[in-house]
């Protein structure tokens, strides 16, 4: 990777934000069609505290503005359209501004980030750094390390970048079978 433009070649991911999960899910299923959403209510990462050393344990966090996030709560709604995956989240508590600044009350869902996948968060945590940015929320849940540019001045939202472990690509996949099954 040299630049920002090679962070976005595998994408993965519409991101949406709710002020409510419910009613953003059943629009998703039963407006635009796609199958059950998953949902996941409360959903933490606050807490916990990035590595410092190279052989410290892994351990599951979230740094936003570049302060780690002593609390940091959200419901997600997942459902994939082929191998798209349509991600819905409610802010909930804590440090979680990012989500719940950009909703539009009252209405199902509102586009907040783009999501990409990448094999090595460290180079892509590099290409950020020379291109001058940085992450205004990155973190490790234990199954993804990702953080968010923030591109929305000049492209109207936030850009996600994720790197996914065996386990987390493979609910992914799973994600995508059941969006196909009986669509053949």
Avoid at 86 to 94: F, H, Q, S, T, Y
Avoid at 134 to 145: C, L, M, V, Y
Avoid at 152 to 161: C, P, R, S
Wanted: hydrophobic fraction near 40%; aromatic fraction near 8%.
């Amino acid at each position: 990777m040299r630049s920002l433009s090679d962070l976005f070649r595998n994408f993965m991911q519409l991101g949406y934000v709710t002020d409510d999960i419910d009613a953003a899910a059943s629009f998703l299923e039963s407006k635009v069609g796609t199958v059950e959403c998953v949902r996941h209510f409360k959903s933490s990462l606050g807490g916990g505290r990035p590595r410092t050393g190279a052989g410290d344990p892994r351990t599951t966090f979230v740094v936003v503005d570049g302060e780690p996030a002593d609390e940091w709560v959200i419901d997600v709604a997942l459902v994939n359209a082929g191998p798209t995956n349509l991600e819905i989240i409610r802010p909930v508590g804590g440090m979680v501004d990012l989500y719940r600044d950009a909703i539009r009350p009252g209405e199902p869902a509102t586009l907040h980030h783009l999501g990409f996948r990448v094999d090595d968060f460290d180079e892509a945590s590099a290409i950020v750094a020379a291109s001058g940015r940085t992450w205004k929320q990155f973190g490790d849940s234990g199954a993804i390390r990702f953080g968010y540019l923030d591109m929305t001045a000049e492209l109207g939202h936030f850009v996600e970048i994720m790197e996914l472990d065996e386990a987390a690509a493979q609910g992914f996949a799973q994600l995508e079978a059941a969006s196909n099954a009986g669509r053949d």
